[in-house]
């Protein structure tokens, strides 16, 4: 499994989005399927896609201790390429790919004098390298498992092997209704994930709301709170204050006589 490279730490990670996806399907997104024998291995130098994280200098610079981590290989087609490649070369052609090696996150790693299933893909310049689909592996080697599983991809290809690949052949429109079944399936699973995602983000939304909610919930029990505090202190204050007013009621009387009789002394002077 190949991992994309986490920027600007040393670990790897996948994006958030990703879910795996089988060979078959994957077969269905790669630009050029081979079955090709390695006949040579040659030392890459550093430079474009021959490079690790810490190797900050551009491409041709220092290789920082690289190595040997990376070469590439020379390949020969033991089959015409796959159903729907995009390389019109056909079975005995010899091809230079590149970008193989040790690097931090995955490995495309072959062998000299094996054979392998190659998803591959050619850049602007025409360069040949490996096509690690969904960020999964890009390079099978020859087994009896891979034979059967890539058989549907070779059976109507001119192979100069052919009872490698094609004794393992099944029937054509049985494949082609896998092949459908797959994209199918895949589609229905993607627009369900999406509407999942969409559903998560609601309930995301739906529960900051809710927070929201209950926040000015407590702001106003929290207010209610005081007001209460408030209501009981100003009771308190006008109970001590009619408590005063009722202890200074019976000075009343005494002090209206006084009145009355300083207005009638003023009355018998005058």
Not at 177 to 204: G, I, P, Y
């Amino acid at each position: 499994l190949a991992l994309g490279a986490r920027a600007g730490g040393g670990g790897c990670q996948l994006p958030a989005e990703w879910r795996p996806l089988s060979e078959g399907c994957r077969a269905e997104l790669a630009a050029i399927i081979v079955y090709a024998r390695v006949l040579a291995l040659h030392p890459d130098p550093y430079g474009a896609y021959n490079y690790l994280p810490w190797q900050r200098g551009p491409p041709g610079g220092p290789q920082h201790g690289a190595g040997d981590l990376f070469y590439s290989a020379e390949i020969e087609l033991l089959c015409d390429q796959a159903w729907g490649s995009m390389l019109e070369v056909p079975a005995g052609s010899r091809l230079n790919l590149t970008g193989l090696g040790y690097f931090s996150c995955h490995s495309h790693t072959v062998m000299q004098g094996y054979n392998y299933f190659f998803f591959l893909r050619m850049d602007e310049n025409y360069i040949l390298l490996p096509h690690g689909v969904n960020f999964q592996e890009a390079i099978f080697p020859d087994t009896q498992e891979n034979r059967r599983m890539f058989a549907s991809l070779f059976q109507f290809s001119n192979c100069s092997q052919p009872q490698h690949v094609l004794s393992f052949s099944s029937d054509w429109e049985i494949q082609e209704d896998n092949r459908l079944m797959c994209s199918s399936v895949q589609k229905a699973l993607f627009e369900e994930e999406d509407r999942v995602k969409k559903l998560q983000q609601k309930v995301a939304t739906l529960e900051k709301r809710n927070k929201q909610l209950r926040d000015r919930v407590k702001k106003v029990k929290r207010s209610l709170r005081q007001a209460r505090k408030n209501s009981r202190h100003m009771e308190l204050v006008n109970r001590k204050l009619s408590e005063k007013l009722s202890s200074a009621g019976g000075q009343i009387p005494y002090i209206n006589s006084l009145k009355q009789e300083n207005s009638h002394a003023t009355y018998l002077k005058v």
